[in-house]
């Protein structure tokens, strides 16, 4: 057995060298400085203290790096995956509490089994079939309800817990006189600095820089007002943790856990794919399958909840100069210094100023260039990116996540279902040595009143059957032409529902003397026809390698008074 198809990272290694790790080891660093805040806040989205998010970001992309197939990826906790375990937890146990906490867990080994599982099916190519804009309808959603959730936090106004997203919007609404303006003051001013920071020092850590002026002014403005503090994060690694395995928690938690798993596959294939982009490296879909799934499977059993590749995390690791998964490996190492060091200085972080680092994540979250161009250029992306974003404002999220992809599916079969079939004629003389088939809308030529030559742009399956059925019913009600040949070079595969099909049609059209002839159709088509019985029963003589022996094979058959009054004389042996 290949061992490095068992460890991938066995492939990698063989690249590791000292400039590779001084590389990596700079990228590293990077890396573990901007997951810091974002780990915190995270952590705060998804309803688990702090500290989680940061564990997840030391476990979670060792795992991934050491068994997916990108070479920048890098994973950790997200705002997408955060926001929907929240969501999916919440209506089961109290955020923050020992329940939560272990049901979150839960959910992550959960998705993690699905994810594997996925893997190991060879089911990446999946991922190819649901559009990218669905990942941005939701995270656009998503990052409206996360906003929304922490304004309650900057404002000071009572929210009830479990409100939903018009209710928590009216609640504010109706308390506006009860803004309490030194937490707003505290929010603004992180949110400013981290803005600013940003913008005029990029290479440093701008949420980071927000964070500690925020904390800065609460420690002035605490004599005016009671300001919240996240607390003090324990100053230790992820601690062993155990998943709750009851038939009833997995029962409860199973149709949450699967919109977790694909909303993580779609998040680290279309990530890990951007950056190979860039990169010049083929990314396997299965094994990041298989990498995000033993990611959250191990880390559910240190402390961390699902994860996903970081577009974030991952985009700076590769402009940091990372040459390979070890970069993500030191940002964890580096990171679980980093806590050990700093943590109890998390005890005067104001929660005001954390929901300020939170609203500018949100807001970073909107791709507006992508939906604008998508609104203007696309009808039915734009429907699947409005449904989705939609649907995570005022639904479920994980029926949002559902209901993006199976629309996005839809559209794609809709698509696939009703192929392109353009009638084909020659352009040059029939005694030219080298005659093309040209379509007629492009060229307004002549045409056998006898034989009609079509050509097929996809395949042949069960979703199609029914429009090429239709296009071949109107050749011989309206044209009364019953010789129908079919260049086939398009076609990339024809499954048993679309050769029963075109069996039927063929002797549907012997009956008149006719047939439904084929030509160019490709190696494994070809195999597939052959072994189906496709072939046997349409017969061997109606299958051609060249359009001049399938014309000459039709042409026998044609009737010789109709031909003998025909003005077209396209083909050779009109002549």
């Known amino acids: 057995m290949n061992l490095e198809k068992i460890f991938p990272f066995l492939i990698w290694f063989k690249m590791v060298n000292k400039e590779t790790i001084k590389a990596d080891l700079i990228a590293g660093l990077t890396g573990a400085v901007i ?17 989680y998010g940061l564990y997840t970001a030391m476990v979670t992309p060792i795992i991934a790096a050491l068994f997916g197939s990108s070479y920048h990826l890098v994973s950790g906790p997200t705002t997408a995956i955060s926001i929907v375990v929240f969501s999916a937890v919440s209506n089961y146990a109290t955020p923050g509490t020992p329940e939560f906490i272990n049901m979150a867990l839960t959910l992550t080994f959960l998705a993690g089994v699905y994810q594997f599982g996925f893997g190991v099916a060879r089911l990446g190519s999946l991922v190819n079939f649901v559009s990218h804009t669905v990942v941005i309808g939701f995270t656009a959603g998503a ?12 404002t000071g106004i009572i929210v009830p817990k ?13 308390e506006f006189n009860q803004i309490n303006p030194y937490l707003l003051l505290i929010a603004l001013a992180t949110l400013l600095t981290a803005m600013l920071a940003k913008k005029f020092m990029p290479k440093l850590p701008n949420l980071l820089i927000g964070m500690i002026v925020g904390s800065v002014l609460a420690l002035y403005l ?28 997995i029962k409860l938690l199973a149709p949450q856990a699967f919109a977790v798993a694909l909303l993580g596959l779609i998040e680290a294939v279309s990530i890990s794919r951007a950056v190979a982009t860039k990169s010049n490296q083929r990314i396997d879909s299965n094994q990041e399958f298989i990498g995000q ?49 700093i943590a109890p200085l998390t005890a005067y972080l104001p929660i005001a100023a954390m929901g300020g680092v939170i609203l500018l994540v949100a807001y970073n979250l909107i791709d507006f260039k992508q939906i604008k161009h998508t609104l203007s250029f696309s009808t039915s992306e734009s429907s699947v990116l409005i449904t989705t974003f939609l649907a995570t404002l005022f639904l479920e999220l994980e029926f949002a996540i559902y209901l993006g992809v199976i629309l996005s599916l839809v559209l794609f079969l809709a698509k696939t279902s009703t192929p392109r079939i353009p009638t084909l004629s020659f352009d040059e003389e029939p005694d030219a040595p080298k005659r093309k088939l040209i379509n007629i809308k492009q060229k307004p030529v002549k045409q056998c009143p006898q034989v009609k030559i079509i050509r097929i742009d996809m395949s042949i399956y069960f ?27 398009g076609i990339n595969f024809i499954d048993l ?53 399938a014309i000459a094979h039709i042409y026998k058959k044609l009737d010789k008074d109709i031909c003998a009054k025909c003005n077209a004389l396209i083909f050779k042996e009109c002549r």
Not at 222 to 249: Q, R
């Open 222 to 249: 605490k004599n005016f007002t009671d300001i919240k503090l996240v607390g003090e994060i324990p100053a230790h690694l992820p601690p062993l943790s155990h998943p709750e395995f009851s038939f009833e928690t």
């Open 35 to 51: 997951v810091l805040p974002q780990g915190v806040a995270f952590a705060t989205i998804a309803g688990l203290p702090p500290e």
């Open 293 to 341: 799934g033993l990611s959250n499977m191990t880390g559910s059993f240190f402390s961390s909840y699902a994860g996903s590749g970081s577009f974030t995390r991952s985009g700076i690791n590769y402009e940091a100069g990372a040459k390979t998964p070890m970069s993500a490996i030191f940002a964890a190492l580096f990171l679980m210094v980093i806590v050990l060091l």
């Open 497 to 549: 529902a679309g050769a029963e099909a075109m069996i039927a049609e063929n002797n549907s059209l012997k009956q008149h003397g006719g047939g439904l002839y084929f030509v160019g159709l490709k190696s494994n088509v070809y195999e597939f026809a052959a072994r189906s019985g496709f072939i046997k029963h349409i017969g061997n003589t109606h299958f051609f390698d060249s359009k001049p022996a």
């Open 463 to 489: 979703g199609s059957v029914n429009h090429i059925q239709n296009r071949i019913a109107k050749i011989v009600e309206n044209e009364h032409i019953h010789h129908i040949l079919i260049v086939a070079t």
């Open 143 to 154: 990052a409206i309800l996360i906003a929304t959730s922490q304004l309650k936090h900057i």
């Open 162 to 174: 479990g409100e939903s997203f018009v209710h928590t919007w009216m609640d504010l609404f109706t």
